[in-house]
């Protein structure tokens, strides 16, 4: 191992190339001869050797990205711990890697909220550009919020649109309140829990707001999502991927009795009319994202969804809804175009085509 007092290319390397710090028991990996193509990198063999030379870096000296290779005896992850802890060292980026399929590691991965977990064999060029890109995310994004600064094109909901969506949420309120009375009673007696649930999504451009929702289930099912990853149907697509952007489970656990008769009716949908008329969302459009899906859908590739409005309703709602064969970069196409060519025309053929999709027959 190189002394540790020995200049390297690495500290005297220039401050505008990215900077990677690999963990891994192999002193000859080949992983690291191939990264050097693209970064600096500093390869260290044990996870001591790691922390001191960690201890030894000031705030201008950190590493842009840690690399770690998952180790048998899991310490890997009491290390990433440490670090979270550390106010000099949070926010550092944390990539792993992991030698096998685990699920507990990814369930593990998922818990301590690291940037990323790849499985070997993985492609280098992959691996690459998705470190790049996080590097260059987390320069221009301390909050989603503020990635609305960020884009080149800024979307403005046409007064036609707006105005429609004021009259027909208030309509279908109006007409729905007996049906809501009694999905709400339903739901109190159901389980325990609140009737409405509300959580943070990210609709047109990244702009973050409170989405409502008939409560379907448990209400601990955010906290049950860590350990059911592999039960996601958006498998990932690419080789050595451990991610999917969105997330679909079928037959969720976490579902209650009354929650699968409201989401296959999709009654539970019905209090984003209170969104609609608020303005945080139209009636048809992109569906707005949970925040940890919208945060990987941010590369040029993708973003273009977040440029149109956000909505009840949307192509991918009555095109491939509930079907098994619904790929995640079927969905994200749908989304771009939808983006890039909605119409007053568009969006009624979307709202013709919805009711015959309200009724799912999968229980996704």
């Excluded at 002193?27 to 030379?53: I, R, S």
């Excluded at 990814?106 to 550009?129: F, I």
């Excluded at 829990?193 to 990244?206: E, F, N, Q």
């Excluded at 273009?304 to 192509?315: E, I, K, V, Y």
Aim: net charge positive; charged share 25%.
């Amino acid at each position: 191992m190189m002394n540790k007092n020995t200049p390297t290319s690495w500290d005297n390397s220039n401050a505008a190339q990215n900077k990677v710090a690999y963990v891994s028991a192999d002193a000859e990996d080949q992983l690291v001869g191939e990264l050097k193509q693209h970064f600096f990198v500093k390869h260290l063999v044990t996870f001591n050797a790691f922390e001191d030379y960690l201890s030894e870096q000031s705030i201008l000296t950190l590493p842009d990205i840690l690399l770690m290779e998952i180790d048998e005896e899991e310490y890997c992850f009491t290390l990433v711990e440490k670090i979270k802890k550390n106010p000099m060292l949070h926010g550092l980026l944390i990539v792993l890697l992991a030698k096998k399929p685990n699920k507990t590691w990814k369930a593990r991965a998922m818990q301590l909220r690291v940037n990323d977990l790849y499985t070997y064999p993985l492609p280098v060029e992959h691996l690459s550009e998705r470190l790049n890109f996080l590097i260059k995310f987390k320069l221009i994004r301390p909050k989603l919020s503020e990635l609305l600064n960020q884009v080149d094109v800024e979307y403005k909901m046409p007064f036609s649109k707006r105005m429609f969506d004021i009259v027909s949420s208030s309509i279908a309120l109006i007409l729905a309140s007996p049906i809501m009375i009694i999905v709400a009673l339903v739901v109190k007696f159901g389980s325990k829990g609140p009737i409405i649930y509300k959580s943070k999504r990210v609709g047109t451009g990244y702009l973050v707001f409170d989405f409502y929702k008939f409560r379907s289930m448990r209400t601990d099912a955010d906290k049950m999502m860590a350990q059911m990853s592999d039960l996601n149907q958006y498998a990932a697509e690419e080789q050595g991927s451990s991610k999917a952007a969105f997330v679909k489970i079928k037959n969720d656990p976490r579902v209650t009795k009354v929650g699968n008769f409201i989401r296959n009716t999709s009654l539970d949908e019905l209090p984003q009319l209170f969104n609609i008329l608020k303005g945080d969302m139209s009636l048809v459009g992109n569906r707005p994202l949970p925040l940890y899906e919208a945060e990987m859908l941010t590369s040029n590739e993708w973003s273009m969804r977040f440029l149109g409005p956000a909505g009840l309703t949307g192509l991918w709602q009555i095109s491939k809804r509930g079907k098994e064969d619904m790929s995640e970069r079927e969905r994200k196409k749908l989304d771009n175009f939808y983006a890039q060519n909605y119409s007053f025309w568009l969006d009624l053929k979307i709202l013709l085509g919805t009711f015959p999709a309200l009724f799912q027959k999968e229980k996704v």
